[in-house]
């Protein structure tokens, strides 16, 4: 075998084995979550015989605490509900408050407006007259100088009787104008108490204005600080579970390798059994092609490599030096470019003869938020142009469109009027004092705005404005994703008990929990959409945050108690036992809980067809450097009030309506829309009849 094959072929093997590990790291994953699925299915059907006294009692503490965990964020989760919903009436009063206070102080600020006007002109008019006195006094002083002053012989003729009618006329418009200016004087003098008096009229008005305000952020902001140790308590109680849950699969994972260890014969975990051989073989035999491979490198004669790679090296000099004589023979039929202007070398003075500079700053253009768009002023007219962009607000009916419409509730306008000061408001320009110099200039935006090309040559300067139009993103990623299919699966290590009736839960697919319908809950960053940054220096966005990318969705589940499984002993009691309505019960709770997922679906597409999925209301939002806590926060109150429709509060309106719905829907099945009865073990293990008054609303001892 020649020198290049041996070692093509050892090159081959090395990345065979890169791929071997992979594969083997991959297996050894698969073997560790068989081990577990075994160990938990021996732990529910109470094959644990291998297992150690400390390892089911770990199990068993382990469930203990998830029980309180679960009790403990559910409480918090009503906590948060109640909190909400005071901050809520506690906005109402404060806006009725402040109606109120403007009722009676709008009118009144109408009428000090008014009088300041009115003394406003008042002062000019004093103003004026004394200007006029002044003028006419001077105008009567020299007429009388000139009519003391005897007549010069041959001197310029003077009309004495003329001048001494101006006289008197200047004296008559002089008493009228004191007349005047005393009137003038008392009517301003009036006109000032009155705003005196108006002004003493609004201070307490204003000030239990100011009060009524300052109560409304101060409870605002304590609602925000209980708001905020809900969720970190609810964080750290999530931590907590996080925490639990690994415990708990370390555990399960121990214990199905004690089973699989064994060797035991249960026929209930045959399949799992199987399910761990296979993972290990798979991994056996990954490594077996591992150590295979290494095994024939290293029978490869010594020094292979070495001769293989100067082999290569040589090869590669001989390709280098045939580019090397290519790029000579091109660089030797290349022409000298002409002479350009030397602008280092230009003077700037003034040149009359010198046609004027035009500015050309291109466009006008078009960019998606965030990203960039190459403002272009090279069709400029001049020579050795000096280029200045500046960035101002677009007119009013340029401005960006918010991200929602118009319908909905008043409650949900009012909050979506609040978020919109971050959703390019009117009058937005980016950071103060941006400015960009060249001729090109790539610049990125966030919001619309109008740009300025400023030129010079020194001799002559022209100015020209753009508009740069931003596009929201989309639609793609910028939707709300619906998942429709919802899997069933049955509620872990769940038992019927009269004492104790869970039949089922509508849960976040994702997650396998509650309370929410957006994965995955308050605060939505990270999981439901993430925060970008814009780095443009010198830019008018330069160092602004902005939502980079939305991955809301709903995904739904459908869980139901252990014992409603066809395979449950239960199950089979009630058969035995002549209660064949244990099937009409599980199929009332699988249809029930079903329907709540159903029901979100519904509610998620009617708010995107009204145009408020919140997938496009964040999309338009962003802020400056400092304000990022606001983006964040501003960010999940809009997710949230979309959410509240989706996963209405207990004991809300819409809890209450989306029950009745549910009823409503599951009573149109005869087999549903009736009574029965079913065998229910109490806390004893003992089978008791347990009437069910209507299967149509059976599933409410889910919720």
Request: charged letters at 25%; hydrophobic letters at 35%; a negative charge.
């Amino acid at each position: 075998m020649s020198l290049l094959q041996l070692g093509f072929r050892e090159i081959g093997r090395k990345y065979q084995r890169l791929r071997l590990k992979r594969g083997i790291k991959a297996a050894a994953r698969a073997h560790s979550d068989a081990l577990r699925v075994l160990g938990r299915r021996a732990a529910e059907t109470g094959v644990t015989a291998p297992a150690s006294a400390a390892l089911l009692a770990s199990l068993a503490e382990i469930k203990e605490s998830n029980r309180q965990l679960a009790s403990r964020l559910d409480a918090l989760g009503e906590k948060k509900t109640a909190l909400e919903a005071q901050g809520a009436a506690d906005t109402s009063r404060f806006e009725t408050l402040e109606k109120e206070v403007k009722a009676r102080k709008d009118p009144v600020d109408a009428e000090l407006a008014a009088q300041q006007k009115t003394a406003s002109r008042n002062q000019r008019d004093i103003d004026a007259t004394r200007r006029r006195l002044n003028q006419a006094q001077q105008e009567q002083q020299s007429l009388e100088q000139k009519l003391q002053k005897p007549a010069e012989p041959g001197g310029k003729a003077f009309d004495r009787t003329q001048a001494e009618a101006q006289v008197a006329a200047l004296h008559a418009e002089q008493r009228d104008g004191e007349i005047k200016l005393t009137q003038l004087i008392e009517q301003g003098a009036v006109a000032q108490a009155e705003i005196q008096k108006l002004k003493t009229t609004l201070a307490p008005m204003q000030a239990e204005l100011d009060q009524v305000r300052a109560n409304a952020r101060q409870a605002a902001e304590k609602l925000k600080q209980a708001l905020a140790e809900v969720r970190k308590e609810s964080e750290r109680l999530r931590a907590e579970v996080a925490g639990l849950s690994d415990r708990r699969d370390k555990d399960f994972e121990e214990l199905g390798g004690a089973v699989a260890d064994a060797g035991l014969q249960a026929p209930e975990l045959a399949p799992d059994q199987e399910s761990v051989a296979a993972a290990a073989g798979s991994q056996a035999a990954l490594q077996q092609q591992f150590d295979d491979s290494l095994a024939a490198s290293n029978s490869t004669p010594k020094g292979t490599m070495l001769k293989f790679a100067a082999l290569m090296s040589v090869s590669a000099f001989a390709l280098a030096g045939a580019g090397y004589a290519a790029n000579q023979a091109i660089q030797a039929l290349n022409q000298p470019p002409p002479e350009a202007v030397d602008c280092t070398r230009m003077t700037y003075d003034v040149d009359p003869e010198k046609p004027p500079v035009e500015a050309d700053p291109g466009g006008p253009y078009k960019v998606v938020r965030g990203e960039q768009a190459m403002l272009d002023g090279s069709k400029s007219k001049g020579i050795c142009l000096q280029y200045t962009w500046t960035f101002s607000a677009v007119p009013k009916e340029e401005a960006d469109k918010p991200g929602h419409s118009d319908k909905g509730s008043a409650e949900d306008q009012s909050v979506f009027e609040a978020v919109d000061q971050l959703a390019c408001p009117e009058g937005t320009t980016g950071n103060p004092g941006a400015r960009k110099t060249g001729p090109q200039a790539p610049t990125n935006f966030l919001c619309s705005l109008k740009v300025t090309l400023t030129v010079t040559d020194g001799n002559s300067t022209d100015s020209a404005d753009v508009l740069v139009k931003v596009q929201p993103r989309g639609p793609k990623g910028w939707k709300t994703s619906i998942k429709k299919k919802q899997k069933e699966a049955p509620i872990p290590a769940s038992k019927l008990v009269t004492a104790m009736l869970q039949f089922g839960q509508n849960v976040c697919a994702l997650d396998t929990t509650g309370g929410h319908a957006l994965h995955a809950g308050k605060s939505w960053q990270g999981e439901g959409y993430g925060v970008d940054t814009i780095a443009d220096p010198d830019g008018p966005f330069d160092r602004w945050w902005y939502i980079g990318s939305s991955s809301l969705k709903i995904e739904r589940k459908v869980l139901f108690n252990e014992d409603l499984g066809k395979k449950s002993a239960l199950y089979r009691h009630n058969l035995e036992n002549a209660h064949p309505d244990i099937e009409i019960l599980r199929q009332s709770v699988l249809a029930h809980e079903r329907l709540h997922g159903e029901i979100i679906f519904e509610k998620m597409e009617k708010i995107q067809q009204e145009g408020n999925d919140p997938a496009k209301i964040i999309e338009t939002l962003s802020a400056s450097e400092e304000k990022q806590d606001t983006l964040i926060e501003w960010t999940d109150v809009a997710i949230a009030q979309i959410e509240g429709h989706l996963y209405p509060g207990r004991g809300s309106d819409e809890y209450i309506q989306v029950h009745e719905d549910l009823k409503q829907r599951l009573s149109k099945n005869r087999n549903f829309d009736r009574a029965g009865e079913v065998l229910i073990p109490d806390t004893e293990g003992v089978y008791q009849p347990y009437p069910i008054a209507n299967f149509a609303a059976a599933g409410e001892n889910a919720e």
